[in-house]
């Protein structure tokens, strides 16, 4: 559960966060939150998909494997592809709002908030910033107003017909299946439907773009699979004969 707090440079003078890669640090999770402006980063290596949230409103999300706690993307050695989606890259910190504007927030209960002096430090030993806390800041800023564009362009989708449900169906090296189902894509053949005026009025918003992005990102679905089967036959075979 988190345990949110206001970063100062008091409360939180000797914080270190561990910024390794891997499970025991948060990292097994089977998709996280996209947004449009990361997607040409993105589609090099994650399919980009969109789901309903609670509230019934399509957000765009990483997909980083093909069931709950899995993330394919995790080995030995940490992330095994360059770029992390930026909403993986901000924890433990977020955003939040405190008299009337933009504050920077930790989750002290994250695993990442280092107990020791494992870690990159957070605030210099006079109290400025550290370098690793500009990133952060960084990161979160570029996080923030991506989220804060995102339900625009979910909007245009949605108005011009361009999601799509798609499921995915797995055949496991048992022969059992596996499905992968409350996705959407995007629309191809109403996407290509489109008439010159709409293309333009996307063009002109920058939506065009990241919608092709999405596009094209679905190709790093087979890839995603053969990950999927490599894994679960490496499970197989170091599973303890009965």
């Known amino acids: 559960m988190q345990k949110t707090e206001l970063l100062n440079n008091i409360t939180?003078?000797?914080l270190r966060v561990i910024t390794h890669r891997g499970a025991q640090w948060g990292d097994a999770v089977m998709s996280c939150l996209a947004t449009p402006d990361e997607f040409r980063k993105l589609q090099a290596h994650y399919p980009i998909v969109f789901q309903e949230n609670a509230?019934?409103?399509f957000q765009p999300l990483a997909l980083?494997?093909?069931q709950d706690g899995e993330n394919l993307f995790l080995g030995a050695k940490g992330w095994s592809v360059p770029y992390v989606p930026l909403s993986m890259q901000r924890g433990p910190f977020m955003i939040g709002v405190a008299d009337d504007e933009l504050r920077m927030l930790i989750d002290i209960a994250s695993p990442r908030i280092s107990q020791g002096a494992e870690g990159e430090a957070?605030?210099?030993p006079q109290g400025g910033n550290t370098e690793f806390l500009e990133q952060a800041n960084s990161i979160l800023k570029a996080l923030h107003e991506g989220?804060?564009?995102?339900p625009e362009f979910v909007e245009a989708l949605v108005a011009h017909n361009l999601l799509e449900p798609f499921v995915l169906d797995v055949e496991r090296p048992d022969g059992t299946h596996g499905r992968l189902v409350g996705m959407y894509t995007i629309f191809e053949e109403r996407l290509a439907a489109l008439d010159a005026n709409t293309i333009g009025l996307l063009h002109q918003a920058d939506y065009l773009q990241?919608?092709?992005?999405a596009v094209a990102s679905?190709?790093?679905l087979q890839t995603l699979i053969q990950l999927h089967l490599a894994q679960e036959a490496q499970e197989i075979q170091a599973a303890p004969e009965v």
């Open 12 to 14: 939180h003078k000797d």
């Open 55 to 57: 509230q019934g409103q």
């Open 64 to 66: 980083l494997g093909l």
């Open 122 to 124: 957070v605030f210099l």
């Open 147 to 150: 989220l804060q564009a995102t």
């Open 210 to 213: 990241p919608i092709y992005m």
């Open 218 to 220: 679905m190709s790093n």
